[in-house]
């Protein structure tokens, strides 16, 4: 009795194909979630205003009397700073970082101490408080985007075997 084995030969050459797919499709998989988990550290980081200076004052008109303001800088440099670094292999996992080198970064995410009474230029203002509390951008990120996250890689993990035991569909 003959047995037809070109429907296995066929599997296993397939699952060859897959092994050798297999770090590509973890690295681009690493970096799609990195980049989901980037976008809502982002949409939480706050934008300031930026900083203005006098250029003059108004002589007629409704604002006659008030100082001119020119736009020195933009708000939103926490905001742009915001990175992924490249994935990495350590052992069985991928590893990638979210960074912002923005030097006060630290004190937005964790609060900060200030000194009541103080007047600080760039603000205009005397401080208030002894204490800032941070805005906790990547903290609340994290859990936020944990089912997004799951999801993005199981579709991503599904298609991978689809394509790969379907013959590249």
Known sequence: MKKDFSGL???QEQLAGIETEKERFMAQTAAGVAA???REVKKRTPVGNGTFEAVGVYRRGKKKGQ????????????RRGWYAG???????MY??????????APYVEYGHRQHPGQFVPALGKRLKKRWVEGQFMMTKSG???EAARRDYARKRFRSFMEGGVNGGK
């Open 67 to 78: 100082a001119k303001l020119k736009r020195v800088s933009q708000g939103g440099t926490l």
């Open 36 to 38: 989901i988990f980037l």
């Open 95 to 104: 590893v990638t970082s979210v960074r912002n080198p923005v030097r006060y």
């Open 9 to 11: 030969k066929r599997l």
């Open 143 to 145: 859990p936020a985007t």
């Open 86 to 92: 490249h994935v990495e292999r350590r052992g069985r």
